[in-house]
């Protein structure tokens, strides 16, 4: 029943920068809350997720230049984006995986069943 909505989507030149945000309808503490993107043409990849332990995984083509963060007071999940460039361009879509039990990291790699997904928001960048 958790409902996810992503905003913070919008055009940039390269090397800008952006924060998207996802908030959700119910808690997140207790569950593995990732971003994820998909470029026309493209499969859906992992950007970057962070588990109720607190541990974060990011996508290598991201590291360095992205950061995830949350604030479980205000159901929210964040994702500061740096330094963008053109081959980021995509939907990037909020995931929540809540934990079987609590305190769980997020599954290991970026393939994992994701319960509940926000509509996303796009994110271009011009080259």
């Known amino acids: 029943q958790v409902q996810l909505m992503e905003s913070g989507g919008g055009s940039v030149q390269a090397g800008g920068s952006l924060r998207l945000s996802c908030t959700a309808s119910?808690?997140?503490?207790?569950?593995?809350m990732g971003w994820f993107r998909q470029a026309p043409g493209k499969e859906r990849e992992g950007v970057a997720n962070i588990g109720s332990d607190g541990g974060i995984n990011y996508a290598d083509s991201v590291w360095g230049r992205f950061t995830i963060s949350k604030d479980n007071a205000k159901n929210t999940l964040y994702l500061q984006m740096s330094s963008l460039k053109p081959e980021d361009t995509a939907t990037y879509y909020c995931?929540?995986?809540?934990?079987?039990?609590?305190?769980?990291?997020?599954?290991?790699?970026?393939?994992?069943?994701?319960?509940?997904w926000g509509a996303g928001t796009l994110v271009t960048i011009a080259s």
């Open positions: 995931a929540a995986r809540p934990d079987r039990y609590g305190g769980q990291p997020c599954p290991r790699g970026f393939v994992y069943a994701v319960d509940y």
């Open positions: 119910g808690y997140i503490s207790s569950t593995c």
